[in-house]
């Protein structure tokens, strides 16, 4: 059966974004522009139907394979399955069809011997996906992905704009070549995970290849054990955070390496709480010392909210060996007093949330009395969460971090505005 219609056409603003958000100040939000990506734009559209996963999967990977560059339209209500190994060569923009019903789903599904593949989607080609809700969940029995993105070839650019990633194992997005451009824009990410070894469920992972940019604005990334992002040694061009809030991540800041860093208008809430014995930095900014592009490193870390809750600061009382997480690198202080870092109005005001998801303290009350060590003990602990214990997302009842206007973090921006995420 035919999956797919093909309507070609001439499409020239495809890949203009909207920035625009309620309770934020537009003029302050990242515009795409400002990374000077230029993709070259597909000249036909394509839609793709459904699959149902038992006599169709991966039709989106043979529509992109038999259609080339091209913008994919998924059809909302449907579920695209991804069996075995799914690569997309090609520069591709796949986003939700206009109208009502829930966002298109991508998940992946085992194969009839319930192996599943490492990786969701590897990509050779540039990549934005619009609107549409992934998931890292087998279909067919509950386990989780390693990975979900995996970038193959260098010079990639992978964006996500109001999209909502869900479960993933290791790493939500990683890179095995250099120079890609990665930008999460308007989107939420949660339950990365791998409660049996903590260092895993990083939100991007460089494995040691330089980046172009990497940027996340206006997104709310949440119930995360490891990194938001792991440089690994290696220098990126770029790197932005603005707009965002963050609850329940594990690992704190760290750049290691960087040469334009802005991280403005945030909110941290319980990040870093994978604590150490010897540092208490959150902010764990380094210098490359043998690359010359240091000379040329320009940082703005400012207007950012960092604060525990009142569950953190028991357990950080509770294990006084446990250090809490608050300050600024060495390095970072060099910056400062070589005017290449400005490190200003960040503050910590303890915020009480709308409709936050449940903590699960006694997972982590049990990585603070072990510092960290031997987790697959407590692997089955409660950790990943829901809003109503059925798999997938309702638009409109998933978790939210609106505050008090009342709070000085209603006020704080770099324009005096609100800072954090605003939906």
């Known amino acids: 059966m035919k999956l797919y219609k093909i309507y070609s056409r001439a499409i020239g603003l495809l890949f203009a974004l909207s920035l625009l958000c309620v309770g934020c100040e537009n003029e302050d939000i990242l515009d795409i522009n400002d990374l000077e990506i230029s993709p070259s734009n597909p000249e036909s559209v394509v839609i793709v139907e459904p699959d149902d996963g038992i006599t169709s999967v991966n039709a989106l990977t043979k529509a992109i394979n038999e259609n080339g560059d091209a913008t994919y339209i998924l059809r909302r209500d449907g579920v695209y399955y991804m069996e075995g190994k799914n690569v997309f060569k090609h520069n591709v923009v796949i986003k939700a069809e206009n109208g009502s019903g ?75 070549n250099v120079n890609n451009k990665i930008y999460l824009n308007n989107s939420t990410i949660r339950n990365l995970a791998l409660t049996s070894d903590p260092a895993n469920g990083r939100l991007i992972d460089s494995r040691g290849n330089e980046q172009d940019s990497i940027v996340i604005n ?23 955070i603005k707009h965002s809030t963050f609850y329940n991540v594990g690992h704190h800041i760290q750049i290691n390496y960087a040469i334009k860093v802005e991280i403005e208008n945030n909110i941290f809430a319980n990040v870093g709480w994978k604590s150490s014995a010897a540092s208490d930095v959150f902010w764990q900014i380094s210098i490359p010392k043998k690359d010359e592009r240091a000379q040329d490193i320009s940082m703005s870390v400012c207007n950012n909210n960092l604060f525990f809750s009142e569950e953190f600061e028991r357990l950080f009382a509770k294990y006084p060996q446990n250090l809490k997480r608050t300050t ?49 003990k407590w692997a089955d602990l409660p950790f990943y969460v829901d809003e109503d214990g059925i798999e997938g997302i309702e638009v409109g009842k998933t978790f939210t971090f609106h505050y008090s206007t009342s709070s000085k973090s209603a006020t ?12």
């Open 102 to 176: 829930k966002m298109p789903i991508i998940q992946p599904i085992c194969d009839a011997q319930g192996a599943l593949n490492a990786d969701m989607i590897r990509l050779e080609g540039s990549a934005t996906f619009e609107n549409i809700y992934i998931i890292g969940k087998d279909a067919a029995t509950g386990n989780l992905m390693q990975r979900l993105f995996r970038i193959d070839e260098s010079n990639v650019r992978l964006k996500f704009d109001n999209c909502f990633i869900d479960h993933c194992r290791n790493f939500c997005i990683r890179t095995d």
């Open 218 to 240: 206006n997104c709310y990334v949440y119930n995360n054990t490891a990194h938001i992002v792991r440089f690994d040694n290696v220098v990126t061009n770029y790197f932005g």
């Open 328 to 376: 600024l690198s060495d390095d970072g202080y060099q910056l400062i007093e070589e005017g290449k870092l400005t490190f200003k109005d960040n503050f910590s005001e303890v915020l009480t949330f709308d409709y936050p998801p449940v903590l699960p303290m006694e997972y982590i009350d049990k990585f603070f009395e072990n510092m960290g060590s031997n987790m697959s």
């Open 412 to 423: 704080a921006s770099t324009t005096q505005g609100p800072i954090g995420a605003s939906f």
